[in-house]
C-alpha cells in the first residue's frame, strides 16, 4: 500500500444473484432437511456451492484485485440466526471453508505472478443487530443484543477465519460504531490468545450525505472513537456512490494516521434499487481519489462486478498511492461529534474542557431523586441541559447506596446515546466499581473518559484495568492513590503520578493524550490547620505533573473545593471561579463542574471584596483566612450570585405582596363558591384540596352531592358563559380539567360508597353521548373538542376513539345505552363510512338520533347521502359550539319531534337543490376536455419551461429534524380556527387578532400558552419531525403520469393516475389535470415528479396519553392542535429546502414566511384526497416508491389515512405551469376510464371518488 494503489474485489451478492440459484443450491447435501428456508442465506454456499463462489473469487482476482474478501459478511451466530444456522459448529465451518476458499484461490493466482501476491481478507460484517439504536419506539433505553453477546459472535468468527488461513481481517460496512468497537475488542481478545497479530482493516458506512453513520456519528467521530485500535486501514464503503463519497474520504484521510481506502457502490440505485452504472462510468468517478492523493486501496460495493473492478484496477495504475502522513498529537474524544482537544498552553482557562457534573448522584439531589424514583426522563432532561448550557462533556456517575448502579449506568447511557443532542458529546462514565464503569463503556460509541482506575487496590489491578479500559478506546482518569492512601500534598500527588503515568504509557502502551490525572482536589476553610495549603498543593502539583508527564492532562472535582460552604452560593462559587483562574494557570485542562455556573461566574466580574477573602483562603495567605471568610459569608444573602452580590436584607420589598393578596381574594369564600370560581377560570391547583374539604366538612352527605352542588354548579355558569359566547373554547376546556381532577378524587370514594349501599352511585347526567371516529380515520383533535364541551354540560361521553369500525360502534351504543351517537371524520373516505354506519343503525332498528361532524362533511353531504338512509334522525353539526344546543334540544323529548321535522324538511330542500343543480350543470366528455388541455399545452422545450433536473433521483430520508427549524413556517391561523377564536374585520387572522376586542385578549393568552407548550416539547424532545423526500425520473401519457427505473426511461416502475376537471367553465381556459404539468413522453424532453410525506406526530399518543391520565383536557388538545401545525409548517420548510437546493429550480428564491403561506413561490405540492388529485387511494403509490413506513414510521389506514394523525403528504411540481385547481364533479365516462387506467373495478373506483360524482350511482 506503500508502493502502489490495491484494488479490493467487488460485491459478493451482485455476483450471486446472477447465477439465479434456487433453493436446492442453498440447501446443498449439508442442509436438505433443514427447517428453515435458506435462499438468500449467501455465506453457506461455500459449503453449498463452493464452485460459485470459487468462480466469483477467481474472476475479481482475473480482473486485477489484489485482495479478496471472504464470503463471510453475515456468518455470526447473531445473523446465522434468520436462518436457524445459530449453531457454533456451523457457524465455524462457514467461516473456515470460506477462508480456505479465498485463501486457495490467491494462492494459484499468486503462483501465476509472484510479483502481484494476492490477499484473502475475512470479511466481518455489521450483523443485523445494532447496540446503539434500540429496536423499541416505546423503550430507547432498550437494546435487541448485549456488547458481550456481539463481542463473542465476533470472536468466534474471527478464529475460524484465521484458522482457515486469511492475510487479514476486515470489519467492514459498520453503520454503528459500537458494533464496531466490539468487533475491535474481540478481535484484540483472540489476538492476546493467538499470540500473534495480523492487518486489521476498518471500513465504516456513511448512510447519506448528511455524512453519518446510521447510528449518527460524523466520519471523524468515528476515526476518533476507532483509532485506539490501531487499524493498519481505515475506509468507507456502501450507502453512497464515488461522487458523493469524495468529502468523507477526503477528511479522513486529513484524519486518519494509517492507510485510507475506499469501496463505494456503482452510483446510486435506481427507484428498483439496483445499479445502473457501469465500469467505466464509475472508474471515471472514482478518479478523484487518486487524483486527490487521498486512498492507498480502492474496491466495489454494492452493484460492482468484476468488470467494474477491472477498470478500476486500470484506472489507478496509473497513480501513486496517498503517503501516510502524522496528525496533530493531542486528545480525541467523541459522541456523535468529534471533540479535539488542543489547548492553549498560554491559556488554559481559554480552551478549559467542562465536564458537566449534573448527572452525577453525588453532585446533584435532583438527578439522584430521579434515578431513585426511576424517572430516567427526567434525568435525561439534566443531561441535555448540560449541554445546553455548555458542557463539554458530560459526566455520569451512579454510585450510592439506594441505587442498583450497573443497571441504572447502562439504562441512562442507552437513553442518552437516543437522544442526539446529549450523545454529540463525549461521555465521561464515573464510578468507583470498575464493573459499572465498563457496563457504560459498553454502551457509547463515542470516544469516553473512564473515571477512574488508581494504584489504590496494587500494581497488578491497576494494569488489569488499564488494559481493558485502552481495548474499550477510552480515556482514563488516574486518581491519585496508591497503596498507602490518598495524596494530599504536592509531594505526594506528584509522586503517585509519575508512577501511573510510566506504567500506563511503557508497560499498557497508553497514548500519553488520553491519560487524565485527577490529583485530589481536597476542602479547604474546614478551620483545620493541616487543609489550609489543600489548595496550593493542587496548583503545584499541576504545574509539575505537566512538565514530568508529558501529553497527560489534569483534572478534578471542582465542587469538593468549597464543601465548607455549601449553602452559601455566592462564596462557594466565587471559590470556584477563583481556584479555577489560578489551577488553568497552572495547566489544570478540565474539571467535573456546574456548566452554566463556570460561564457565567468570570473571574474577572467576581466582586472584589468577596475575591479577595476567597483568595487568601484559597492560596493560603493567612492565618486566620477562613475565620475572616466565615465572618464576611455570614453577611451575604446566600441565594445571590458572586457577580451580582447582595448583602443579608438589602433586598426588602414587602410591599410587592398587596397585589397577590388580591389575586387570591376568593381563596377567602366558602368552599363551595371556591370550586365555582375555580372552574369558570379554569384554575386546578387548588381544586383537589378544595374537593377534599368538601368531602369531609360534613355539608354534602357524599361524593354524589359534591358532583351534582359545586361541581355542576360551576360548570352550568362555564357553559351558559360560552352558549353567550362570553367565554372561549380554550377557558372552557381548562374548565373541563379542573372537573375532571375535580371528580377524579371522589371516583374511588364513590365506588366505596356504592359497594358499602349496593347502589349505582352515579350523578345524574344531560344524556349519553356516544363519540368516535369512523373505520379508516385517525383525527380526532374536532372529536376531543366536541366531546369535551358536552362533558362540561352535563353530558356523559362515551369517546371509543379512532379507526371504528360500524359494528364497534353499534355494540358500544347498546352497551353504554346511548341517548345520541357522534361521528366524526376528516377524510374523504369517511364519508362512505358514515353513510354505512347510517345503514347499519337503519338495519338494527335504532332511533338514537346520529350527528355528523368533522372537516371534510359537510351539511349537503348529509342531507343528500346520510338523512335517506337513516329514520331516526341525522343532524350535521358545523363545530363543537354547535353540538351543545343540538345536543340538549335532542335530550328534550318536548322539542326533539319539532327539531328533526324541521332538519328533516331542510335536508329534503336541499336535496331538491343539489339534484336539480345537476341537471342544469353541464359538463364536457373526458375527451373534449382534454382536447382543451392539449389546445393550451406549454412547450416544455422552450427555455421558460425546460424541466430542471434534481440533485438526486430516489428517495432521502429527514430524521428526527429539528422542531426549531420549522417553527419560523408555522401559519397560526389554522390554530385560532381550532379552537374557535375568530377575530372579526379588520382584526381577521394572526397576528391581528390579538387586536380584537372580543377574543383578542384570549387569543394572546392562547398563544403564549401555545408557545410555552412548544418551548417544552422541544427542550424534552417530546415530539419527533420525520420527513421523507423523493424525485424520479417521469413524463406524461394522457392523463396518466409514468416514473421510470432511471434515466434511460426504457422501464416503467409505477404511474401516478391523475382526473380532469369537466363541469363547464365560464371562461375560455382549459380543463386541468395534474399531468398537464409533466412534460408529455413523445416531446422527448426529460421531466421528473416529486413526492414527501412529513410527520410530526412521532411521540404524540405518548405525550397525549400522559395528559389524559392527568384530566388535562386543555394540554392534551392542545398537543395535538401543534402537532398538526408543526407537520404543515414541516412540509413548508421541506419544499422550500426542495425548490433551493434538492431540486434547485429557484434557487434565488426569497421569500418571508409570510409569502410562502400565500403561495407566491413557483411549483406545488397538491395531496392526493384533496381538490386537485381527490382520490386518496394515490397514496398507495408514494408509500411503495419510497418505502414510507419503513424509512419514517408513517403509516396508511385502509381508508389511506396517515399514522400518526400529523402527518402530511402530496407530490412535487416543479414546472411554471403548473398551479392549484379543483377538479370539481366528473361524469361517468371518466370515471369509467380511470378505472381502466388503474386496472380497478369500476364500483370500486365509484366508492373511492363518491364526494366528487356528478351523477348519483
Known amino acids: 500500500m506503500k508502493e502502489r494503489i490495491m484494488v479490493i474485489d467487488g460485491a459478493m451478492g451482485t455476483a450471486v444473484q446472477k447465477y439465479k440459484l434456487q433453493e436446492e443450491d442453498f440447501r446443498g447435501e449439508r442442509y436438505k432437511n433443514h427447517t428453515h428456508d435458506l435462499k438468500g442465506n449467501n455465506d453457506i454456499l461455500v459449503i453449498t456451492r463452493p464452485d460459485v463462489v470459487e468462480e466469483i473469487h477467481s474472476k475479481y482476482l482475473a480482473a486485477g484485485a489484489d485482495i479478496i474478501e471472504t464470503n463471510t459478511f453475515n456468518a455470526t451466530m447473531i445473523s446465522q440466526a434468520d436462518y436457524e444456522l445459530d449453531k457454533k459448529e456451523e457457524v465455524y465451518l462457514i467461516n473456515k471453508t470460506a477462508a480456505q476458499l479465498a485463501k486457495k484461490c490467491c494462492v494459484a493466482f499468486t503462483k501465476k505472478n509472484p510479483k502481484k501476491p494476492r490477499f484473502a481478507a475475512g470479511a466481518v460484517g455489521p450483523t443485523n443487530k445494532t447496540l446503539s439504536v434500540s429496536p423499541s419506539v416505546e423503550n430507547p433505553a432498550f437494546r435487541g443484543c448485549t456488547y458481550d453477546e456481539i463481542v463473542e459472535a465476533y470472536m468466534e468468527q474471527v478464529e475460524a477465519l484465521v484458522e482457515g488461513g486469511v492475510d487479514m ?180 482557562r481559554k480552551t478549559f474542557i ?341 368531602r369531609v366538612g360534613g355539608d354534602y352527605p357524599g361524593p354524589l352531592q359534591i358532583i351534582e352542588g359545586p361541581l355542576m354548579d360551576g360548570m352550568n355558569v362555564v357553559g351558559d358563559l360560552f352558549g353567550a359566547g362570553k367565554m372561549f373554547l380554550p377557558q372552557v376546556i381548562k374548565s373541563a380539567r379542573v372537573m375532571k381532577k375535580s371528580v377524579g378524587h371522589l371516583i374511588p370514594f364513590m365506588e366505596e360508597e356504592r359497594l358499602a349501599n349496593g347502589g349505582t352511585g352515579e350523578a345524574a347526567n344531560a344524556g349519553v353521548f356516544l363519540i368516535a371516529t369512523v373505520k379508516g380515520d385517525v383525527h380526532d383533535i374536532g372529536k376531543n373538542i366536541v366531546a369535551v364541551v358536552l362533558g362540561c354540560n352535563n353530558f356523559k361521553v362515551i369517546d371509543i376513539g379512532v379507526m371504528c369500525p360500524k359494528d364497534k360502534i353499534i355494540a358500544a351504543l347498546k352497551d353504554n345505552n346511548a341517548d345520541i351517537c357522534g361521528l366524526s371524520g376528516l377524510i374523504t373516505p369517511s364519508l362512505d363510512e358514515m353513510v354505512d354506519m347510517a345503514k347499519a343503525m337503519e338495519a338494527e332498528g335504532m332511533k338514537i338520533p346520529l350527528l355528523i361532524g368533522g372537516a371534510t362533511t359537510s351539511k349537503m353531504h348529509t342531507a343528500v347521502k346520510l338523512a335517506p338512509n337513516y329514520s331516526g334522525g341525522v343532524v350535521h353539526v358545523l363545530d363543537a359550539s354547535r353540538a351543545v344546543p343540538v345536543a340538549q334540544t335532542l335530550m328534550d323529548m318536548n322539542k326533539r319531534g319539532e327539531f328533526l321535522e324541521d332538519i328533516l324538511d331542510t335536508y329534503a330542500e336541499m336535496r331538491e337543490e343539489f339534484y336539480a343543480g345537476l341537471e342544469d350543470r353541464r359538463y364536457l366528455t373526458i375527451s373534449q376536455a382534454r382536447a382543451t388541455a392539449e389546445k393550451a399545452a406549454v412547450d416544455f422545450s422552450s427555455p421558460e419551461h425546460l424541466p430542471v433536473t434534481p440533485k438526486f433521483c430516489g428517495v432521502k430520508a429527514l430524521v428526527d429534524v429539528p422542531i426549531a427549524d420549522v417553527i419560523d413556517y408555522v401559519d397560526w391561523n389554522p390554530f385560532f380556527q381550532v379552537w374557535q377564536l375568530r377575530g372579526r374585520y379588520p382584526n381577521r387572522g394572526y397576528p391581528k387578532i390579538f387586536n380584537d376586542e372580543t377574543v383578542g385578549a384570549e387569543a394572546k393568552k392562547l398563544f403564549e400558552e401555545a408557545n410555552a407548550m412548544l418551548k417544552m416539547i422541544m427542550e424534552k424532545k417530546r415530539l419527533k419531525l420525520n420527513g421523507i423526500i423523493g424525485f424520479y425520473p417521469a413524463n406524461s ?95 413548508e420548510l421541506m419544499h422550500e429546502q426542495v425548490r ?98 388503474k386496472k380497478q373495478d369500476y364500483k370500486v373506483a365509484e366508492k373511492w371518488l363518491s364526494p366528487i360524482l356528478s351523477y348519483e350511482p
Open 169 to 348: 481481517l476486515l470489519v467492514e460496512t459498520i453503520f454503528d460504531t459500537l458494533n464496531a468497537k466490539a468487533a475491535m475488542f474481540a478481535i484484540d481478545l483472540f489476538f492476546e490468545k493467538w499470540g500473534k497479530k495480523i492487518p486489521v482493516f476498518v471500513s465504516g458506512t456513511i448512510v447519506d450525505n448528511s455524512g453519518r453513520t446510521l447510528s449518527g456519528q460524523t466520519n471523524e467521530a468515528f476515526w476518533n472513537s476507532m483509532s485506539h485500535s490501531k487499524p493498519i486501514a481505515i475506509g468507507l464503503n456502501c450507502a453512497l456512490g464515488a461522487k458523493d463519497m469524495v468529502p468523507y474520504i477526503e477528511n479522513l484521510s486529513k484524519a486518519a494516521d494509517c492507510w485510507v481506502f475506499c469501496y463505494p457502490n456503482a452510483g446510486l440505485p435506481n427507484a428498483m434499487g439496483g445499479y445502473d452504472q457501469k465500469g467505466p462510468e464509475m472508474a471515471e468517478d472514482c478518479r478523484v481519489f487518486p487524483e486527490m492523493n487521498l486512498i492507498n486501496a480502492i474496491g466495489g460495493c454494492c452493484g460492482t462486478t468484476d468488470e467494474h473492478i477491472g477498470c478500476l484496477a486500470e484506472m489507478v495504475s496509473k497513480f501513486k498511492p496517498r503517503e501516510k502522513h502524522g496528525v496533530k498529537d493531542i486528545m480525541r474524544l467523541s459522541g456523535l461529534q468529534p471533540f479535539n482537544y488542543d489547548p492553549d498552553v498560554n491559556d488554559y
Open 354 to 694: 467542562n465536564l458537566g457534573e449534573r448527572c452525577n448522584v453525588a453532585g446533584s439531589s435532583i438527578f439522584k431523586k430521579a434515578i431513585v424514583d426511576g424517572n430516567y426522563e427526567k434525568a435525561l432532561a439534566i443531561a441535555l441541559k448540560q449541554v445546553e448550557n455548555g458542557a463539554h462533556v458530560i459526566d455520569v456517575n451512579m454510585d450510592d447506596g439506594l441505587i442498583d448502579g450497573e443497571s441504572a449506568m447502562i439504562r441512562f447511557v442507552n437513553l442518552m446515546v437516543s437522544e442526539p443532542d446529549v450523545s454529540k458529546v463525549p461521555f465521561m462514565i464515573d464510578s468507583s466499581k470498575f464493573h459499572v464503569v465498563e457496563a457504560g463503556l459498553k454502551c457509547s460509541q463515542g470516544k469516553c473518559i473512564m473515571n477512574s482506575i488508581s494504584l489504590k487496590g496494587g500494581q497488578e489491578e491497576f494494569l488489569k484495568h488499564a488494559r481493558t479500559v485502552k481495548r474499550h478506546g477510552a480515556a482514563v482518569v488516574v486518581m491519585a492513590f496508591d497503596e498507602e492512601g490518598q495524596a494530599a500534598t504536592e509531594s505526594e500527588k506528584v509522586r503517585i503520578c509519575m508512577r501511573a503515568y510510566k506504567l500506563l504509557v511503557e508497560e499498557v502502551g497508553f497514548n500519553p493524550q488520553d491519560i487524565i490525572f485527577d490529583p485530589n482536589i481536597l476542602t479547604i476553610g474546614t478551620g483545620m490547620e493541616e487543609h489550609n495549603n489543600y489548595g496550593v498543593d493542587f496548583i503545584n502539583a499541576t504545574r509539575e505533573i505537566k512538565r514530568l508527564c508529558p501529553g497527560s492532562k489534569i483534572s478534578g472535582g471542582v465542587s469538593n473545593l468549597a464543601f465548607s460552604f455549601r449553602g452559601n452560593e455566592p462564596v462557594r462559587r466565587a471559590f470556584h471561579s477563583a481556584f479555577l483562574y489560578h489551577a488553568c494557570k497552572a495547566g489544570m485542562d478540565m474539571g467535573i463542574v456546574n456548566a452554566a455556573q463556570v460561564e457565567e461566574d468570570v473571574y474577572e466580574k467576581i466582586d472584589k471584596e468577596l475575591l479577595e477573602y476567597v483568595e487568601d483562603v484559597l492560596l493560603n495567605k493567612c492565618s486566620n483566612a477562613t475565620e475572616r471568610m466565615l465572618e464576611f459569608a455570614a453577611t451575604l444573602d446566600p441565594k445571590s450570585k458572586p457577580t451580582a452580590l447582595r448583602k443579608k436584607g438589602a433586598e426588602a420589598g414587602a410591599a410587592a405582596g398587596g397585589g397577590k393578596a388580591d389575586a387570591k381574594a376568593w381563596r377567602n369564600q366558602p368552599v363551595g363558591k371556591r370550586l365555582e370560581h375555580a372552574l369558570v377560570k379554569g384554575i386546578d391547583e387548588f381544586c383537589i384540596a378544595d374537593t377534599e374539604e368538601c
Open 1037 to 1131: 401519457v394522457g392523463d396518466d403520469i409514468e416514473l421510470y427505473a432511471d434515466e434511460n426511461r426504457g422501464e416503467k416502475t409505477h404511474t401516478f393516475h391523475t382526473l380532469r376537471q369537466q363541469a363547464e367553465k365560464d371562461v375560455d381556459e382549459p380543463y386541468m389535470a395534474l399531468s398537464d404539468f409533466i412534460a408529455p413522453k413523445e416531446s422527448g424532453v426529460k421531466d421528473y415528479l416529486g413526492m414527501f410525506v412529513a410527520t410530526a406526530g412521532i411521540g404524540l399518543d405518548e405525550l397525549t396519553a400522559e395528559y389524559k391520565a392527568a384530566n388535562d383536557d386543555y394540554s392534551y388538545i392542545m398537543a395535538e392542535a401543534l402537532a398538526d401545525r408543526l407537520a404543515e409548517a414541516f412540509a
Open 1140 to 1237: 433551493k437546493d434538492h431540486w434547485g429550480y429557484a434557487k434565488d428564491e426569497k421569500f418571508d414566511a409570510s409569502d410562502l403561506l400565500k403561495v407566491k413561490y413557483q411549483g406545488i405540492r397538491p395531496a392526493p384526497g384533496y381538490p386537485s388529485q381527490p382520490d386518496h387511494t394515490e397514496k398507495a403509490t408514494m408509500w411503495d416508491l419510497m418505502n414510507v413506513k419503513e424509512e419514517i414510521s408513517v403509516e396508511l389506514t385502509e381508508s389511506f389515512a396517515m399514522l400518526p394523525s400529523a402527518s402530511v403528504s402530496g407530490l412535487y411540481f416543479a414546472g411554471k405551469s403548473s398551479q392549484y385547481f379543483n377538479v370539481g364533479k366528473i361524469t361517468a365516462d371518466q370515471v369509467q376510464e380511470y378505472a381502466d387506467r
